[in-house]
């Protein structure tokens, strides 16, 4: 009793994405894509689906199976077509996903104050502030290049690149992972990307003011090895 499990660190981005982005998701339709897999021997097929509505959605991949492991899939784009926004092929450049990868992306993402992500190759895990001083936290994709691309929003790149091609995206490319901001977007939004392992030690402490949430790492430690314990009983005269 008392142990902290590998698993409860795993599930912690999920929780918190449940918890800040599951009424997005929960309104939205599984589409399946035309190309699926001919059975579960199908190694070399990528497996994905997308939840979306009529403007946005997310794209799921799993390139794991417990008990064996699945090919990196090389070359990949996804294609979606919108009711009301029409065609998003993501990412710019086609991409290598990973041998046991699984994540998702989202696509068409509200940020609030004016800001809109068309989509980011980073897995969203949770918000804090209010408005225009909203902190948008993703997870990165494990080798897979980070790319974050906007429309009709002014970024500023802390780490990584930002570029213009005349398509009416702005992209910041190649961020790198960190705990403080990578972004800022229309002067005030904030975007963190954190590796894996910062995304499953984030705990966003309870708001107690109109104040930016605070943020901890590490909140909760393991309890280390286990100890043995020995009672030695003296001799009874």
Known sequence: YGQV????????????????????????????PDVRPNGKDDLTTLRWAVRANSRSGFVFVNNYERGRTLPAKEGVQFQLQFPDTGKVTLPSAAVTIPADAHFFWPVNFSLGGGSSLAWATAQPVAATGEGADRTWYFMETPGVPAEFVFTGTRVVAHRGKVSTRGDGYSRAEN?????????????????VLLNPTD??????KPRQTAAPTPVAFEAVRPAGAPRKIERRVGKEC
């Open 5 to 32: 499990r590998p698993q409860f660190y795993g599930l912690r981005p999920l929780h918190l994405f449940l918890q800040h982005f599951g009424l997005r998701l929960a309104e939205m339709d599984t589409v399946l």
């Open 175 to 191: 961020v790198t992972p960190g705990r403080e901001p990578a972004l800022t977007l229309n002067s005030s939004i904030k975007v």
């Open 199 to 204: 995304a499953e030690q984030l705990f966003l």
